[in-house]
């Protein structure tokens, strides 16, 4: 590979980044993440080096919060948005029931450790978000499409609301009858 360019905050982010990855949300790319990391902090000026261990320094991760996503998986949903082909795959739903999706997928959200995807669901002829970890993708994608009109302006703020109720196995809502003080 040919070398990068990199300012200094491009430098960190980068190093900032592969030690994210190294934490693994996403299976498979931990060991290639500290391999690249390890090449990184060999290049790096010695004051960039400073800045990238003091986030890993001061910063905690919290293990094993979450299911992590097969790498392959990402890549081949990330693909399918890109060339803008369908998506078929087997989804099991939070109770664990198994049915198999076509979508048109559209784009791939992250929060926390937890992948989404938010598709035009062709079956339910809707706009739905599917947790990545419970895809099991279909081999060949499927025609091109070209891609619908979103009925929100910002996909996050339309995933976050679904997702945080379904983190959460109780909900609650209380009043209290007394003054703020």
């Given at each position: 590979m040919p070398p990068l360019l990199l300012d200094?905050?491009?430098?960190?982010?980068?190093?900032?980044?592969?030690?994210?990855?190294?934490g693994g949300s996403a299976a498979?790319?931990?060991e290639a993440s500290v391999g690249a990391l390890v090449k990184l902090?060999?290049?790096l000026?010695?004051?960039?080096?400073?800045?990238?261990?003091?986030?890993?320094?001061?910063?905690?991760?919290?293990?094993?919060?979450g299911p992590t996503v097969d790498g392959e998986v990402l890549t081949v949903v990330a693909t399918a948005i890109r060339a803008r082909e369908r998506l078929r795959f087997g989804y099991s739903s939070h109770v664990g029931s198994e049915?198999?999706?076509?979508?048109?997928?559209?784009?791939l959200v992250t929060w926390g450790r937890r992948w989404?995807?938010?598709?035009?669901?062709?079956?339910?002829?809707?706009?739905?978000?599917?947790?990545?970890?419970?895809?099991?993708?279909?081999?060949?994608?499927?025609?091109?499409?070209?891609?619908?009109?979103?009925?929100?302006?910002?996909?996050?703020?339309d995933v976050r609301p679904n997702v945080s109720a379904a983190i959460w196995r109780y909900s609650a809502r209380i009043r209290v009858h007394a003054s703020a003080e």
């Open positions: 200094d905050d491009e430098a960190v982010a980068v190093g900032v980044g592969l030690r994210t990855a190294a498979g790319i931990e902090e060999q290049v000026p010695s004051r960039l080096r400073h800045r990238v261990n003091a986030m890993k320094a001061a910063g905690v991760a919290v293990p094993g919060s049915s198999v999706r076509t979508t048109e997928p559209h784009r989404y995807l938010v598709a035009w669901d062709n079956d339910r002829e809707d706009w739905r978000t599917f947790r990545v970890d419970r895809m099991t993708p279909r081999t060949p994608t499927g025609p091109r499409f070209a891609p619908r009109e979103l009925p929100f302006e910002d996909v996050a703020d």
